[in-house]
């Protein structure tokens, strides 16, 4: 273990600000026990790597036990490890190890919606007059025949299912399996802020906390309008109920000093900032850019308006390109290397705080899943393939057959042949996340979007006297630059350890390539 990530954890409550977060789907990191599956044991067994990268936190997506109708995003007991996964005692020991290099660690908070078999729902089904009764959402409808209201569920199908011990219609934003929590009910807000609480007392530093936006409901429930019907409801949820709540949580988590990251899904940069304040979230995800086509004036655009909505809410965005969700960045920009490092370029040179998603850095693309693999009921196998490590036929797993088929040519695609080539995609990540961590300017500085000239997308991020130029060609052909002032490039998307030495005010970008420069102070001249 590298002695160089030793930092000062206590006493610094804003480390999250301007932090890279990367984020571990659990399942496909590594397995160490010989079912196919990832566990806690083998993230430890990779710490060396995310110190090699260089990243501030860890998320892990859901640990705790759960039935995986919906691999972990379904809870049954919110206070232990799934023993798929391992054991409270690997969890403490990830926990320290994590720690003892100076990487803090963000679990996922599942908020909205229970597993139909905890404790909770099953006690709340079983009569009306159950104490948990109204711990979910349980209404008449017009009988078995005609639910409560015309919402559908994130999966496909009707949000709402019959359930004829009680003869009541339930809610689920998601699948069947999936209940959701009924907020307006205290005793429910107490028991998953006591999680909270139970979690950063074990040592956690915070939380994703899992389509938060969704805890806030309409208390008539009112049909949505018809051009939602049929769709999924939850990428127009935006339903201010949800801010109490949420101020709620932030004062639990202030008590610890844990920090939380929302997922909210709206595609608005304006109504994404009101979830984020001093009172609300610290961070809410932006994925306004993940949205976007391979497009200079779309990437232009986007960014335009979330700079405009975050500032005016006095907040910065939280980017995320990729997640377990989405497909991966590769994939989404057709398999090209060098679109993929134009976007890590401008991912991590944005303001506000970024979250990259394990395995991108090795430039892996999505799994083709045959269909007697697919076990996900979303589509989204493909994102969730295994990491590939090393050379060996079981590519560093404890199996040569994990639970979903590896990505595209594992032999040669992953992380010992990828980092052994100083010139990779690897090493692109690794460059940026350290230009990050040494320029206050990247790390914390305004942003000054400039106008888009062609292909070319050009922002500058200052602080005091250090000004940074990122400037990303999206274009089929090298555009010529005029920078604003004398500077020197500091980074090269297609040469990420070097070769690049240059100085000037006038550049050539080369075709699908970003660059980073540092302004050279005036004064700082050569004479
Ligand atoms: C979030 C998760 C997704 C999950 C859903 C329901 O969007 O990222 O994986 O299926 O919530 O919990």
């Given at each position: 273990?590298s002695?160089g990530?030793q930092?000062?954890m206590?006493?610094?409550?804003d480390?999250w600000?301007g932090?890279?977060?990367?984020?571990?789907?659990?399942?496909?990191?590594?397995?160490?026990?010989g079912?196919?599956?990832?566990?806690?044991?083998?993230?430890?067994s990779r710490v060396d790597?995310?110190?090699d990268?260089?990243?501030?936190?860890?998320?892990l997506?859901?640990?705790?036990?759960?039935?995986?109708?919906?691999?972990?995003?379904?809870?049954?007991?919110?206070r232990?490890?799934?023993p798929t996964?391992?054991?409270?005692?690997?969890?403490?020991?990830?926990v320290?190890?994590?720690h003892a290099?100076?990487i803090?660690l963000?679990?996922?908070?599942?908020?909205?919606?229970?597993?139909?078999q905890?404790?909770?729902?099953?006690?709340?089904?079983?009569?009306?007059?159950?104490?948990?009764r109204?711990w979910?959402?349980?209404r008449?409808?017009?009988g078995?025949?005609?639910?409560?209201?015309n919402?559908?569920s994130?999966?496909?199908g009707?949000?709402w299912?019959?359930?004829?011990?009680t003869?009541?219609?339930?809610?689920?934003?998601?699948l069947a399996?999936?209940?959701?929590?009924?907020?307006?009910n205290?005793d429910?807000r107490?028991?998953?802020?006591?999680?909270l609480?139970?979690?950063?007392?074990r040592g956690?530093?915070?939380?994703?906390?899992?389509?938060?936006?969704?805890?806030g409901?309409?208390?008539?429930?009112s049909n949505?309008?018809?051009?939602?019907?049929?769709k999924?409801?939850?990428d127009?949820?935006?339903?201010?109920e949800?801010?109490?709540?949420i101020?709620e949580?932030?004062?639990?988590?202030?008590?610890?000093?844990?920090v939380?990251?929302g997922e909210?899904?709206?595609h608005?940069a304006e109504?994404?900032?009101e979830?984020?304040?001093t009172?609300r979230?610290?961070?809410?995800?932006n994925?306004?850019l993940?949205?976007?086509?391979w497009?200079?004036?779309?990437?232009?655009?986007?960014l335009?308006a979330?700079?405009h909505a975050?500032?005016r809410?006095?907040?910065?965005s939280?980017?995320?390109?990729?997640?377990?969700?989405?497909?991966?960045?590769?994939?989404r920009?057709?398999?090209s290397?060098?679109?993929?490092?134009v976007?890590?370029?401008?991912l991590l040179?944005?303001?506000?705080t970024?979250?990259?998603?394990a395995?991108?850095?090795?430039?892996?693309?999505d799994?083709d899943?045959?269909?007697?693999?697919?076990?996900?009921?979303?589509?989204r196998?493909?994102?969730?393939?295994p990491i590939?490590w090393d050379t060996?036929?079981?590519?560093g797993?404890?199996?040569s057959?994990?639970?979903?088929?590896?990505?595209?040519?594992?032999?040669?695609i992953n992380?010992?042949?990828?980092?052994?080539?100083?010139?990779?995609i690897y090493w692109?990540y690794?460059?940026?996340?350290?230009?990050?961590k040494e320029?206050?300017a990247i790390?914390?500085?305004?942003t000054r979007?400039?106008?888009?000239?062609g292909?070319?997308m050009?922002?500058?991020?200052?602080?005091?006297?250090?000004?940074?130029?990122v400037v990303?060609?999206?274009g089929?052909a090298?555009?010529?630059?005029?920078?604003p002032?004398?500077?020197?490039c500091i980074f090269d998307s297609?040469?990420p350890t070097?070769?690049?030495?240059?100085?000037?005010s006038d550049?050539?970008?080369?075709?699908e390539?970003?660059?980073?420069y540092?302004?050279?102070?005036?004064g700082?001249g050569?004479?």
């Amino acid at each position: 273990m590298s002695e160089g990530g030793q930092v000062d954890m206590k006493n610094d409550r804003d480390w999250w600000k301007g932090a890279v977060v990367y984020q571990i789907y659990p399942r496909s990191f590594c397995d160490t026990d010989g079912d196919g599956v990832g566990d806690l044991a083998g993230i430890t067994s990779r710490v060396d790597h995310l110190v090699d990268l260089g990243v501030d936190a860890v998320w892990l997506s859901p640990v705790f036990v759960s039935p995986m109708a919906d691999f972990g995003y379904d809870v049954s007991d919110y206070r232990n490890i799934d023993p798929t996964f391992g054991t409270l005692d690997d969890f403490d020991t990830l926990v320290a190890t994590l720690h003892a290099a100076g990487i803090r660690l963000l679990l996922d908070w599942v908020p909205n919606h229970t597993s139909a078999q905890h404790p909770w729902f099953q006690q709340s089904r079983t009569s009306r007059s159950n104490d948990r009764r109204d711990w979910y959402i349980w209404r008449d409808g017009g009988g078995p025949d005609v639910r409560p209201n015309n919402w559908s569920s994130a999966f496909g199908g009707p949000a709402w299912s019959w359930d004829d011990a009680t003869e009541q219609w339930y809610l689920h934003l998601f699948l069947a399996e999936q209940p959701d929590l009924n907020w307006a009910n205290p005793d429910v807000r107490h028991a998953m802020c006591d999680v909270l609480r139970f979690w950063m007392d074990r040592g956690v530093d915070g939380f994703r906390a899992d389509v938060v936006h969704c805890i806030g409901k309409d208390p008539g429930l009112s049909n949505c309008s018809r051009i939602y019907e049929g769709k999924s409801l939850i990428d127009h949820w935006y339903q201010p109920e949800a801010f109490p709540y949420i101020e709620e949580i932030r004062a639990t988590l202030d008590e610890r000093d844990g920090v939380v990251v929302g997922e909210v899904i709206l595609h608005s940069a304006e109504q994404l900032a009101e979830y984020t304040s001093t009172r609300r979230l610290h961070m809410v995800f932006n994925f306004l850019l993940l949205f976007a086509p391979w497009d200079a004036k779309a990437w232009h655009r986007v960014l335009a308006a979330s700079l405009h909505a975050f500032a005016r809410a006095d907040a910065c965005s939280t980017w995320a390109f990729s997640n377990h969700d989405q497909e991966r960045i590769m994939s989404r920009y057709g398999a090209s290397d060098a679109r993929a490092r134009v976007a890590a370029t401008v991912l991590l040179m944005l303001e506000g705080t970024v979250f990259l998603y394990a395995g991108d850095e090795f430039g892996l693309q999505d799994a083709d899943v045959p269909d007697e693999r697919i076990v996900d009921v979303d589509g989204r196998d493909g994102c969730r393939a295994p990491i590939p490590w090393d050379t060996t036929p079981t590519h560093g797993w404890a199996t040569s057959d994990p639970w979903l088929p590896w990505p595209p040519n594992p032999d040669e695609i992953n992380a010992e042949v990828v980092s052994g080539d100083a010139q990779s995609i690897y090493w692109a990540y690794r460059s940026l996340v350290a230009l990050r961590k040494e320029s206050t300017a990247i790390k914390h500085g305004v942003t000054r979007l400039h106008p888009l000239n062609g292909d070319v997308m050009m922002f500058e991020r200052e602080v005091d006297d250090e000004r940074i130029y990122v400037v990303a060609n999206f274009g089929k052909a090298a555009a010529d630059v005029a920078l604003p002032g004398e500077a020197e490039c500091i980074f090269d998307s297609a040469f990420p350890t070097g070769g690049f030495d240059e100085s000037g005010s006038d550049t050539v970008v080369e075709a699908e390539t970003a660059r980073v420069y540092q302004a050279i102070p005036l004064g700082d001249g050569t004479g």
